[in-house]
């Protein structure tokens, strides 16, 4: 018997459809059904006629019993259930079709097994699906179990270190490709540390002089550790690497200007090599080789700098700003700059930074307005009438009307936004 029940559980999918069935009110199927009480309370069939489902499901029971008596009670002693899964599709579908879970035969086939789990590496593939249930026994075939869930990504497997590329820069090609492949984990490790990088900044400058490291060692007490596993006497570069890095210290900032480069790695390597192992200096000084030509003049360079202003403290050191002097100007202003404004326009804003960048880029248009008496009547009721960075158009336009024969070279010079300083210096004199 209580094969026969289990067994009679339908699968959601046979009856849970809609089928347009509605469900029968109390009362209907009261007047039906043996399983309700009469008024007296003593009025129900007898319980060994009726057929047990076993679903759980009072009204369900009811409409079986009420509806689908026979065909349940040929099911349970026969093992012929057929017509019963018939009667209930066509006469309870709206009473059991919501509790129904496995088909009328055999046994349920097995859920699938769980999918397997994605292999290790990278990151792991989801897990396959699990395999079919096998089909039910006795009776009719049960219906194949649910592929099991798929098994869960595999843990992401350990691989290789993600960083093949140390970030310290050592200026010379073959000797960094040689880090990289033999002393990368030296090399990170000293990257990592605060004063490592400059401490190699200091060593490199001593060019082997023992008594001048031994200082390094003392101002950089921290990064001796990592320093000296990568780059002292018994450390990697040397056990390593010995001949790709030698020679001179090199910056890894290079102009590609020979005289500049060989004064930079002279006499300001460590102010360069500071910036070339600081990104956002290291950002400026790629900002300048691609915007400013050779020699870069400093108001290129302080474009550049607005853009990684957290680098510029350490290009200011190296290469100059507008209003202090770096090494470069210092040390090496013939051989990588033009030796200042030599050339000045005398049509000044009165403002260095913009004034410089006229000097560089506008004196052509500055000496063309210069040479009309008008254009320069222009320019001085703009200075005394107009207040900087002169670009109250009613101001500037009032003073074009006095002396119109000046319009166009001052336009030419000064517009804001046709004129050389609107094109060429607009950042700057803003």
């Not at 790709?244 to 090199?250: L, S, T, W």
Request: net charge negative; glycine share 14%; hydrophobic share 30%.
């Amino acid at each position: 018997m209580m094969r026969a029940r289990s067994t009679f559980v339908l699968l959601a999918s046979t009856l849970g459809l809609s089928l347009g069935f509605q469900a029968c009110s109390d009362s209907e199927l009261a007047t039906e059904s043996p399983l309700l009480e009469t008024d007296g309370g003593t009025g129900g069939a007898d319980a060994a006629a009726l057929c047990n489902l076993g679903t759980g499901q009072p009204m369900c029971q009811v409409c079986v019993n009420a509806r689908c008596l026979a065909e349940c009670r040929d099911c349970e002693l026969t093992q012929t259930c057929e017509p019963a899964l018939s009667c209930l599709k066509t006469k309870c579908a709206a009473e059991c079709g919501a509790t129904v879970d496995a088909s009328v035969g055999g046994s349920g086939g097995e859920a699938g097994h769980a999918g397997t789990a994605g292999a290790g590496g990278t990151a792991g593939e989801a897990g396959s699906g699990g395999d079919a249930g096998s089909a039910g026994s006795g009776g009719s075939a049960g219906s194949a179990g649910k592929a099991g869930s798929a098994g869960k990504a595999g843990a992401a497997g350990a691989g290789p270190d993600a960083s093949t590329t140390c970030s310290i820069n050592f200026g010379i090609p073959a000797c960094n490709s040689c880090i990289n492949d033999k002393c990368l984990t030296q090399c990170n490790n000293c990257s990592a540390n605060a004063e490592c990088v400059p401490l190699l900044t200091c060593i490199r400058q001593c060019e082997g002089d023992f008594a001048c490291e031994t200082q390094c060692r003392v101002q950089h007490v921290a990064g001796v550790g990592p320093e000296e596993q990568l780059w002292g006497t018994f450390g990697c570069k040397k056990q390593n690497c010995a001949t790709e890095c030698a020679g001179p210290p090199q910056c890894g900032l290079q102009t590609g200007t020979t005289a500049c480069d060989a004064c930079i790695n002279q006499q300001c390597f460590g102010d360069c090599d500071t910036c070339a192992n600081d990104p956002e200096c290291s950002a400026i000084f790629g900002c300048v080789q691609k915007n400013c030509s050779p020699p870069y003049q400093k108001w290129c360079v302080e474009v550049c700098s607005l853009q990684h202003p957290s680098g510029g403290t350490n290009m200011g050191a190296f290469w100059g700003t507008l209003m202090t002097p770096g090494c470069v100007e210092s040390k090496c202003d013939s051989q990588c700059l033009k030796g200042g404004t030599t050339t000045q326009c005398s049509l000044n804003t009165g403002a260095i930074v913009c004034d410089t960048c006229i000097d560089a880029q506008c004196m052509t248009e500055c000496n063309t307005c210069k040479g009309n008496a008008e254009c320069t009547a222009i320019y001085d009721c703009v200075k005394t009438q107009c207040t900087y960075p002169y670009n109250d158009a009613i101001c500037v336009s009032g003073c074009t009307l006095q002396h119109l024969g000046g319009a166009t070279d001052f336009a030419a010079f000064w517009n804001g936004l046709t004129g050389c300083i609107g094109t060429k210096c607009g950042v700057l004199c803003q």
